[in-house]
Structure formats: C-alpha cells, structure tokens
C-alpha cells in the first residue's frame, strides 16, 4: 500500500454553476417571501388574540373602579388568556355579590337600629312631656327602653366582634376543653329561651371524649349562636338536637360517626370532636344553603320568630375556623336542618 493520502477531486466549471443558482434563487426567493407573510399574519392574530381580551380586561377594570361592578369577559379556550378572563369573570361576580351583600347589610342594620331608637324615643319622649301619669306606665316605659337598649347593645357587640374576628386578632387564651361540658353549659344557659319557644331540646355525648384546645369564651359563644338559629327557626312543639362525638377522617371521608354528621368539604386526614346541632325548623332552602355562614347575608325573616342582623352563623364560622377547625350545614326545606362544628383534638379524657 502507499504511503501517501488518496484523494478525489471533481472539478465543474464556474460557468455551470451559475444558472443552476439562478434557477433556484427565484423558488427561494417566493418561499421565503411566502413564509414571510405568513408569518406576519400567524403573528398578527396571535398578538390580537392576546391583546384585545387584555384590552377588554383594561376597560372592564376600569369600570369596575368607577362603580359598574357587572363585567362579563369573553373567555373563550383553555389557554392561559382564557384562564385569566375566566378568573376575572370569578373576580368581578365575587366583588358585585360583595357589594350587594355589604348593601343589604347596612339596610337590615339600619332597620334593626332604628326600630329599638324609635321605641326609646318614643316612650323617652312620652316620659318627658307627661303624657305617662300612673308608676306602672313608668314602669312599662322604662322597661321597654331597657329592653330596646339591650338588643342595640348586643347588636354593636356582634359587629365589634365580626369586625375583630375578621381582622386576624388571635384568641386570648388556648386551653384544654372537656367539649361535651362545653356543650352541656352552652345548653343549660339557653335553657330557658328553649322553654320559653315552648321547644324541647336533647343532649347526647359519647362517652370518653378527647379535649380541644381552644378560647372556651369563643367557642361558647359560637355554639349559642348556632342554638339560638336553631331556636329562631324551630316552630313551637319542635326539637332541637345537640349530639357530640369523636370521628375520624380518612382520605377525606368521615368514618366511625355514630350519628349522621354533616361534613363540610376538605377536612383533612385525623381524628375530629364533631357538635351537631340539628333541629326539626322550617329548613332552609337550595337557594339560600350556599350562603347561611356569609357575613351580612340575611335569610327569609318571614321564617322565624324574629329577624337577626345576619351575623350570628359568619361570627360561629370565624370562631371554628380560628380554631383550626372548619363547620358545615345541611337542610330540606319542611324537614329541619343540621349544624356541625368539627374542631381538632387534643389528648385523649378518660
């Protein structure tokens, strides 16, 4: 073999070369020109189907600011513009019910106020001017003004307590409680509204409880909030039923209850004190069931007894949920309904 490198050279002529380039210089040149616009084309659409649901979000914000809360975006694909319309359309539906609902509020507190000041005022007033003569008129006047004084006080108390509740401030104290004592207090000292609604309640609690840890004054005062609906929605010759148990969740499901609970959604994995409240009241409806825990929200008065400020149910949510702990309802129109409270555990009680 040789030694040296073997090579093949194919030489062509330059003169050849030429018209084959000139022959593909003309295809290349309508390709590229043709990709060309198709491109500006792809990119125009592209950056209009961008922009212009951008465009409308702008413009919808900005009606929103003015006060027009009722924005619809068209929200049309599953890619992330569309996303982001959609969520806007959650958004803006979010801030209009919120709005309605802060209005309906203060129209229900304006009326719950003015109602007890117009009886102190006027009975204040007949006082003054002489129009009472005997001391058991005195009496009866003094004793509605006391009475309409009282239910503003409370009322005032319940929108400091929402207020503060809302705000994020933290319970004062963290303690062990013994819940069926808890439960057994809070009855005992409605008692005598029950009795007076001409009602009958019960009370079960099973046996060998675990404590909760928890503010007892909160979470009395979320469970008499929870009773007195209850009591305000049972017609007389009705039953209010308190059941406490232990239960626990297991992928997300409720196991070992002896009575029917009503569990809300997402309740995580471990052993749970469940308090029922159930009652054999006028129920409530499809409609208003989603909304019964929102602040301001007020069902139909025509139901019950007597009209609340709407803020009994979203002061018991925020107390539980303070608590680490979550509440659910459930209800049939005509067939009463059920209030649960679930709460954490602490240490097992023998």
């Known amino acids: 073999s040789s030694p040296w490198p073997r090579h093949v050279i194919i030489a062509v002529p330059e003169e050849e070369l030429q018209p084959a380039w000139r022959e593909l210089a003309r295809p290349l040149a309508t390709a590229g020109l043709a990709a060309l616009l198709v491109s500006a084309i792809v990119a125009v659409l592209l950056s209009r189907s961008i922009t212009q649901p951008l465009i409308a979000m702008t413009d919808a914000s900005a009606k929103i600011a003015q006060g027009d809360y009722r924005q619809v975006i068209p929200a049309e694909g599953q890619d992330e513009v569309a996303r982001l319309a959609d969520s806007f359309n959650r958004m803006a539906r979010e801030v209009e019910r ?185 129920g409530i409806s499809p409609e208003e069931l989603p909304h019964v825990f929102e602040r301001f929200y007020r069902a139909d008065k025509s139901r019950g007894r007597a009209g609340g400020s709407g803020l009994g149910l979203a002061i018991a949510k925020q107390i539980v949920e303070a608590h680490g702990g979550a509440i659910g309802v459930s209800s049939e129109q005509g067939s009463g309904s059920c209030f649960s409270v679930f709460l954490p555990t602490g240490p097992s009680k023998g």
């Open 98 to 282: 919120s709005r309605q609902a802060q209005r309906d509020f203060l129209a229900n507190v304006s009326h719950d106020l003015k109602t007890p000041l117009t009886s102190i005022q006027g009975f204040s007033q007949a006082m003054l001017e002489g129009a009472i003569h005997d001391e058991q008129g005195y009496n009866r006047a003094a004793q509605i003004i006391n009475a309409e004084a009282a239910h503003m006080s409370r009322l005032i108390q319940q929108l400091l307590s929402l207020a503060r509740l809302e705000g994020g401030e933290a319970l004062t104290e963290r303690t062990p409680i013994a819940p069926g004592e808890l439960v057994r207090q809070v009855a005992e000292k409605l008692g005598p509204l029950v009795a007076e609604a001409k009602l009958e309640m019960a009370l079960s609690v099973a046996p060998n409880l675990p404590t909760v840890q928890g503010d007892e004054e909160h979470l009395e005062q979320a469970l008499s909030n929870l009773i007195d609906n209850a009591i305000k929605y049972t017609p007389a010759g009705g039953r209010i039923g308190l059941v406490v148990q232990q239960l626990r969740v297991k992928s997300g499901k409720v196991v070992g209850q002896t009575d029917p609970v009503c569990a809300p959604p997402r309740l995580r994995d471990g052993l749970w004190v469940a308090i029922c409240v159930n009652d054999t009241g006028t």
